[in-house]
């Protein structure tokens, strides 16, 4: 069976810089896939490829199979996006949006379970824009997983949550991943990835230097001190 | 245990499925649109207040002289010139400034909507704003005393459509360009002056250089060619061919320069 999500040799350039040079790596179905790597390195660029939001150089990216670059909506109701700057209208109220959003795909909505799970119900009637930013971050997270994606993208799902919100958001994570989801959680924290991560994936300069089960990646040491001897070697070389 | 939050166990498949039919995703989108734009006490100013003061005003004083004919007739199409560029141009232009600053137009982008069926609900959702203009400020001007002329009316309606797809995609080139807060300058800026450009005045009242200026910018053609439709009947041709020519413009520096984030 092929990798819900594959990228071979991606390239990527703005003007004379790399963004991303030749990354290969991939991400199962029914496993949380955690990208790590220094900010600049090509993270952001590599998933709004494979995001349909971005267009690859040279290389491939397929997700479900398909090229996301103008791919169909029925491919994209199969794919859940959280954006690291969230997209939500500042005007809408969560709940209200959600509904809205769910009405966009053809499965029944799960929005009651979602505003429940991440405790948006006493944010309900707030608009966006008021929302504090783990609220928001809350809302994002729910967006992306409105139509029970098969695939979804998650940039930094606890960025700035309380260690309660964390610990429902990974709950969540690894619930969408037990039900055959394959999730690709991109973050800056060692905590996220060993807690949740059945796979990492460590990104620099562009390239990927480590990937595989993270007992593996780790190598017999910590994932941090791992990360940490990856990604000096690379920025030094 | 970390599985007691009930996503596993939620009476679904677990799996994903297909978007809805494309036409319910529009549908749903132009509502969102419409809420949002009908809840925005701004957005009402321009597209409703501004106008309905704008009709009232010249329509009730003496001056300026508004040219040949009953004040009204003339007043009447300019102030719904007023409503086209209000909707179409700067309300469009600041929420989608906006929206692709706080990364709206990448989250719809990637849901089922995607990029092409936002554009056509946020076009749909202008075109019955329009109606709804139409109606009010039709509706008060018929109050007032307006009598368009009947044989006029197509030329209007098609004139309205066109004058709409060229500040529509004017707007997306302003907002797909400049930062959020550019936009909202630019945008306003434009609404003033070209309210002082033949919109609500007809350009050949304007001093002679002004006036060719006017008649050169596509609130002034747009202004024109209503009111030579719905005052006499007649099509004004070379406003329409100044219309045409800045959609040309419009929408080819869209799609040229249009980027979907800051």
């Not at chain 2, 245990?1 to 549908?27: F, I, K, N, Q, Y």
Request: hydrophobic share 50%; aromatic share 4%.
């Amino acid at each position: 069976m092929s990798a819900a999500v594959e990228v071979r040799d991606l390239r990527r350039s703005f003007g004379r810089v790399r963004a991303v040079d030749g990354a290969t790596w991939s991400a199962e179905s029914g496993c949380v896939t955690a990208v790590l790597g220094p900010n600049g390195a090509g993270k952001t660029t590599m998933i709004e490829i494979l995001e349909g939001l971005g267009r690859a150089d040279a290389g491939s990216a397929r997700v479900l199979g398909v090229d996301p670059w103008g791919a169909s909506a029925d491919h994209r109701a199969r794919v859940g996006v959280m954006l690291q700057d969230g997209g939500l209208p500042t005007r809408s109220r969560p709940v209200a949006l959600l509904r809205h959003l769910a009405s966009l795909y053809a499965v029944p909505s799960r929005v009651e379970e979602l505003v429940r799970i991440l405790d948006l119900e006493p944010a309900a009637g707030t608009m966006v824009r008021r929302l504090s930013g783990g609220q928001r971050q809350r809302l994002a997270l729910a967006a992306a997983l409105l139509g029970r994606p098969d695939v979804a993208f998650l940039d930094e799902p606890t960025a700035g949550l309380d260690p309660h919100a964390r610990l429902d958001v990974w709950d969540l994570v690894r619930g969408e991943a037990d039900r055959g989801a394959a999730v690709v959680v991109t973050t800056h924290s060692f905590e996220e990835a060993e807690r949740l991560a059945d796979r990492v994936v460590i990104v620099a300069a562009g390239r990927v230097v480590a990937s595989g089960p993270l007992t593996e990646v780790a190598a017999g040491t910590s994932l941090e001190e791992r990360y940490f001897s990856l990604t000096r070697r690379q920025a030094a070389g | 245990m970390t599985h007691e939050t009930g996503v596993s166990s939620s009476s679904d498949t677990g799996h994903g499925g297909p978007a809805a039919p494309s036409l319910a995703r529009v549908r749903a989108q132009t509502g969102h649109e419409l809420r949002t734009l009908l809840g925005n006490g701004e957005q009402l100013l321009v597209a409703l207040i501004l106008p309905t003061m704008a009709l009232l005003g010249l329509a009730l004083a003496h001056s300026p002289s508004l040219g040949a004919g009953r004040r009204i007739d003339v007043v009447t199409p300019g102030v719904l010139t007023l409503a086209v560029i209000s909707t179409a141009f700067t309300g469009q232009a600041i929420a989608t400034g906006f929206d692709r600053r706080y990364g709206v137009l990448r989250l719809l982008g990637v849901t089922p909507l995607g990029r092409s069926g936002l554009l056509v609900s946020r076009v749909v959702a202008v075109l019955v704003v329009e109606a709804l203009q139409v109606v009010v400020l039709g509706g008060l001007g018929l109050a007032l005393g307006w009598a368009p002329r009947v044989a006029g009316l197509p030329v209007a309606l098609a004139a309205g459509v066109l004058g709409t797809a060229t500040f529509v995609s004017l707007a997306l080139l302003l907002a797909g360009t400049l930062r959020a807060e550019g936009v909202l300058a630019v945008a306003n800026l434009l609404w003033v002056l070209m309210l002082g450009l033949g919109v609500v005045l007809p350009t050949d009242q304007l001093p002679r250089a002004l006036g060719t200026v006017a008649r050169l910018t596509p609130g002034g053609a747009l202004g024109d060619v209503l009111r030579a439709a719905l005052q006499h009947a007649t099509l004004d041709g070379p406003g329409v061919g100044i219309l045409c020519a800045w959609l040309l413009l419009g929408a080819a520096g869209a799609l040229r320069w249009f980027r979907w984030s800051e």
